[in-house]
């Protein structure tokens, strides 16, 4: 496993990051479909997102002491 | 049909299949999936990729930029996975006429970020010292608790105040080099003490040089800032979604208040 | 890999330092282990409160930079405001809150304050 952290500290990783992680297109899992405007259907996508584990460890972030997830 | 993941990277202008073989994150191919007049590009994966690296995200950015060489495009969020073709084609029904409106607003314009760093730390003490030196003794007679408690709260509201009309002036000076060739533009300010401001602008393919000569204009002239350029980017700062997207972000803490240890 | 896309400054690492920043921020404030309900309604009616206290204090500040309160106002309003303030600190030491910062995301919103 890289050491992620290490490799963070580019600066052009760092910008890419910045937009990759979470800007553009953002979809979750769940969407409602709407025929002319009215709102229909509530979807549950099976949409996989990175947990927000991985996230942080791609930024460098420090895992703070509360931050255990429960599992 | 379990194992199966689609991985999507952007949301083209266009459905055509690709004629040269694009190779995507570990080495799928990538490939794109019309809906209507527009697509969505992709790889398949036989299951949820494992050991996320800053390849990856390196890999992503690169299949991003090279279809951004050819089409019109609206970058999807790094990781975003589907575990079913339906489910594709059901996220594109719904944002359909999102993803038109954008790809229309940004066709032919790509993305520039500039980030300026400032001695702020500096600049407020000077702000401070400038709040003490002024009247507000008079306005403060006697000493009551309550009296000197209100003085200072006071004083750190001037500051606060004379520091956040400075932030402006300075914002705006930048911006002014800037805005003039951009159509949109997207300001954060002082996101960090000595972060002054991320910005982003939206400019026209055509005019990408004259913003790049702003630059080297800006940081010449305004040479006490330490300046960053980046670029040219997909519009990441630029997509605009109107439906409801993130209803469960896990960043939010709001959604730890009522629960008993999930999420 | 060849890219258009430069990254372009004479001072990568101040800013490799304040993008970290940025971006370590946000998970911060998580809360990912609550105990119990109530410490968490606590915090949120707290946060609430804090919020009417901050408003309190500036539309209070706003009126004396502008010259609208009276000595005795004046005096009034800052006797209110100080024990108001020590207060919410109580609670926040009863719930055992008071290292916590009082705040909420508000996803795309940013924070509460």
Not at chain 2, 5 to 30: H, L, P, R, W
Not at chain 2, 58 to 83: C, D, G, N
Not at chain 3, 87 to 92: A, G, S, T, W
Request: with cysteine; net charge negative; proline share 3%.
């Amino acid at each position: 496993m890289d050491n992620v952290i290490a490799e963070s500290r580019d600066v052009t990783l760092l910008e890419i990051l910045d937009r990759v992680l979470d800007k553009g297109v953002v979809i979750s899992g769940d969407i409602i479909i709407s025929l002319a405007e009215v709102d229909l259907i509530y979807v549950g996508l099976k949409v996989l997102i990175s947990s927000v584990e991985t996230m942080e460890r791609l930024r460098g972030a420090p895992f703070a002491g509360a931050m255990e997830e429960p599992t | 049909m379990t194992g199966m993941n689609i991985y999507a990277y952007a949301i083209i202008d266009s459905i055509v299949q690709f004629d040269d073989c694009i190779t995507g994150m570990e080495g799928k191919i990538v490939f794109n999936i019309p809906y209507r007049d527009i697509g969505v590009v992709v790889s398949k994966f036989g299951e949820k990729i494992q050991n996320v690296t800053k390849d990856h995200v390196l890999k992503h950015e690169e299949v991003v930029e090279k279809l951004m060489r050819r089409f019109t495009v609206l970058p999807i969020r790094f990781l975003t996975q589907f575990s079913h073709e339906e489910d594709v084609l059901l996220m594109m029904q719904a944002f359909y006429n999102d993803f038109r409106e954008n790809l229309d607003r940004v066709r032919n314009k790509v993305e520039f970020g500039v980030k300026i760093i400032w001695s702020g730390v500096k600049v407020n003490n000077h702000t401070m010292v400038a709040c003490r030196k002024s009247d507000t003794s008079i306005r403060f007679l006697g000493s009551s608790p309550s009296r000197s408690f209100v003085k200072e709260k006071f004083e750190k509201y001037k500051a606060h105040k004379e520091f956040g009309e400075e932030v402006e002036r300075y914002v705006s000076l930048i911006d002014d080099f800037f805005s003039r060739f951009a159509v949109e533009k997207k300001l954060e300010k002082l996101k960090t003490d000595k972060l002054l401001l991320a910005a982003s602008y939206l400019v026209e393919k055509e005019r990408q040089e004259d913003f790049k000569d702003a630059f080297k204009r800006a940081r010449k002239t305004l040479g006490d800032l330490k300046f960053l350029l980046s670029g040219p980017w997909p519009p990441y700062n630029f997509v605009v979604l109107s439906r409801k997207t993130d209803m469960y972000d896990k960043k939010s803490p709001c959604w730890n208040i009522s629960s008993e240890g999930e999420i | 890999m060849t890219m258009d896309r430069v990254v372009e400054t004479d001072f990568p690492q101040d800013f490799v330092e304040e993008i970290e920043k940025v971006q370590g921020a946000l998970p911060g404030r998580i809360d990912a282990n609550p105990q119990n309900v109530e410490r968490g309604l606590a915090k949120l009616v707290l946060t609430l409160v804090e919020l009417i206290r901050k408003l309190l204090e500036k539309q209070a500040m706003r009126r004396i930079d502008a010259g609208s309160l009276t000595e005795e106002e004046i005096e009034r309003v800052g006797e209110t405001l100080m024990r108001l303030e020590n207060k919410i600190h109580e609670l926040k030491v009863i719930f055992g809150l008071e290292d916590e910062e009082l705040n909420i995301n508000l996803g795309p919103l940013g924070d509460l304050m």
